[in-house]
């Protein structure tokens, strides 16, 4: 027996070399057919195994000589299009790239003209639904498929997303940014505390602007605002649960990476503290979910439907065909699987599905972008000025309580404060790369640079973002660094239309010429700099792009109103000197400028460095704390 064991683990080692070396010959022919440039690789970036391992392994692999590794090495690291950025490609002179391994062909894109005939071509490039498990933890959603299904679940989720309900998303992001501004400068407005915190509480401001627009719970702030409710939570009830509606979402995408690498069997039975959260916050969280919807089930059933805000829910339960005449017969799950009833057009489970995406994608990437916002314009004061400067301009000392959104919104969109949100998402989008594929045996052709080449059937495309961003074919720059670094004003290309423009909301339609739904504003205002198509997508492109695309623009636009209207925003210095120490340099002196220089140091590396992606691309290693300060009380005015 010990002697057959030897023997059977050689012969499928043998045997799995062969069929490896098999398939990579395979994959090899395929590029070579391509015309597409190509790099060999010996593992895929995106296999499990290599998800979990890859930090334990890459540093034996740096080990090895040079020689052996130097073509392919930066390529395993699953982040190398975030480390790497446009560099590789304009390294190999092609801004079109496969890697090449034994088990997978992967494709990679920053061309815009590429980029644009894929995300045109839906049916030839469809997204591969099978990347998007994790999103489906609760029900099948308008994320997380394709084809008619999709079409399905997009003209039941689009209908809320009306310019008529961006007012209510205004209305909500300037009370809350309100609230997170006096909790971070206390109540006397005095400002200048150290906010250690800004990514937490950015996180949470988007959360409690979706929960009040689109669902009707209204979340308050922790020592700002007050209520007779559990947690500050009110429109949610505690009883009954072991985590509050806050704290479970919080956990469960603090945790996300568990319930998207294991199965959730096996989180409920791991003797580990991390996994046995992530199921907890999962169950908690979506007994949250199942409870609101529940009552707005009951509410359509009864005919005692109240309208708040977007009422993202109610527009689920009422466009998944539960109405006063029939709520009461499709209010059930049925016992296969995301199945709905006989005329119930989505399922409990999807409808709760949507719900989660809904809360996902409107906090989230919203958060990110006020975070990295801020910090960029604490990195660079001449821009800070600049945006209050048009602010100024804009609201001409106009009281919050009366700034009007059809008055006040296309003045922000088409001015500094667009230009701002715009850069801000060029240099830090929401994801790095934009997942496409080919069906398996039907490769697909594409020009590229005046050249046809073809993409391999049966691959994922990805769309890199954070390189088509930083392309120079693309983008006006004064130098080579220069799309490495955050200038807002590279979007004003009429410093006449800083404080006024116009937008434009416009309707999709797929390319059969049906409508699909969601009101789909332009990435940019008319009076900013206008990209080629498919040079800046960071809401994604195409029929694919982002339903919440306004909502968002609109939320982030406020909130840095708000902000900056009194407030400038500076990196804290507490770990390199104290207040009394800061006091005794000279303003603007010689010592100051070098304090403030260590602490933007630090930023700049976690900017990078610290960077990395579950979701959303997020600062994962470190914080960068602030301070606001009165305008005219600056202590690094330099």
């Known amino acids: 027996m010990i002697s057959v064991l030897p023997l059977a683990a050689i012969t499928l080692s043998i045997l799995y070399a062969t069929y ?215 429109g949610i009830d505690t009883k009954g649960h072991e985590m509050t509606y806050t704290d479970a979402l919080s956990s469960l995408l603090h945790n996300m990476l568990w319930l998207m690498l294991v199965p959730q069997w096996l989180l409920k039975v791991l003797p580990f503290k991390q996994p046995k959260l992530a199921y907890r916050s999962f169950v908690e969280w979506g007994k949250h979910m199942n409870e609101l919807f529940q009552r707005k089930k009951e509410a359509v059933r009864d005919g005692t439907e109240f309208q708040e805000g977007m009422d993202l829910m109610g527009a689920l339960v009422k466009g998944a065909g539960m109405t006063e005449e029939n709520g009461a017969a499709n209010g059930r799950i049925t016992s296969e699987k995301n199945q709905a009833p006989s005329q119930q057009l989505l399922s409990d489970e999807e409808i709760l599905g949507n719900a989660y995406i809904f809360i996902l994608a409107g906090h989230e990437t919203t958060a990110n972008a006020i975070h990295f916002s801020l910090l960029f314009l604490a990195l660079k004061r001449s821009s800070q000025l600049h945006l209050q400067k048009d602010l100024d301009q804009i609201f001409d000392g106009t009281k919050i309580d009366q700034w009007d959104y059809e008055r006040d919104i296309p003045k922000l969109f088409a001015g500094m404060t667009g230009a701002v949100l715009n850069e801000a998402l060029r240099l830090i989008p929401p994801v790095v790369n934009v997942p496409k594929s080919t069906h398996k045996g039907r490769p697909q052709s594409l020009t590229v640079d005046g050249r046809k080449v073809t993409v391999p059937g049966g691959v994922h495309v990805y769309l890199d973002t954070v390189a088509t961003h930083r392309n120079p074919k693309y983008w006006p720059a004064t130098s080579a660094d220069d799309l490495l670094e955050f200038r807002p004003e590279r979007w004003l290309i009429d410093a006449s239309k800083s404080a006024n423009g116009t937008t434009t909301v416009t309707h999709t339609t797929d390319s059969e010429g049906e409508e699909i739904g969601g009101p789909q504003g332009a990435d940019t205002s008319s009076s900013l700099l206008r990209p080629p198509k498919g040079a800046y997508f960071p809401f994604s492109e195409g029929h694919r792009a982002c339903l919440g695309r306004r909502f968002a623009q609109v939320e982030v636009l406020a909130v840095l109103a708000v902000l900056f209207r009194e407030y400038s925003v500076e990196l804290a210095v507490d770990d390199f000197a104290s207040d009394e120490e800061v006091e005794k340099m000279p303003k603007g002196g010689e010592e100051r400028q070098k304090l403030y220089a260590k602490a933007a140091e630090r930023a700049k590396v976690l900017m990078t460095k610290g960077m990395g992606s579950i979701l959303t691309l997020q600062m994962r290693n470190g914080q960068v704390p602030v301070r606001l300060v009165r305008r005219g009380e600056e202590r690094f005015a330099f």
């Not at 815009?112 to 469809?126: K, L």
């Not at 609760?138 to 079409?151: D, F, K, L, P, S």
């Open 20 to 234: 490896s070396y098999r398939c990579f010959a395979l994959n090899l022919a395929e590029a070579k057919k391509s015309g597409i440039p190509y790099v060999i690789v010996p593992i895929h970036l995106f296999g499990r195994f290599w998800l979990i391992f890859h930090r334990l392994l890459i540093p034996y692999l740096e080990k090895l000589p040079s020689s052996w590794t130097q073509s392919w090495l930066e390529f395993t690291k699953p982040e190398w299009t975030w480390l790497l950025l446009h560099e590789p490609f304009a390294r190999l002179k092609t801004d079109i790239l496969l890697l090449v391994s034994p088990s997978k062909i992967t494709v990679w894109v920053c061309d815009a003209d590429a980029i644009s005939q894929i995300t045109t071509r839906r049916n030839d490039f469809p997204k591969p639904i099978e990347l998007y498990h994790s999103l489906s933890i609760y029900g099948i959603n308008v994320v997380t498929t394709e084809g008619a299904m999709w079409r399905h679940h997009r003209k039941i989720t689009s209908p809320p997303f009306t310019e008529k309900n961006n007012h209510l998303v205004w209305a909500e992001s300037l009370h809350q940014a309100q609230s997170m501004l006096t909790s971070w400068v206390g109540e006397t407005g005095e400002g200048n505390k150290t906010v250690a915190t800004v990514a937490k509480d950015t996180m949470r401001l988007s959360l409690h602007i979706i929960s009040r627009a689109g669902f009707g719970v209204r979340l308050l702030w922790p020592g700002v605002e007050t209520t007779g409710g559990e947690q500050g939570e009110e």
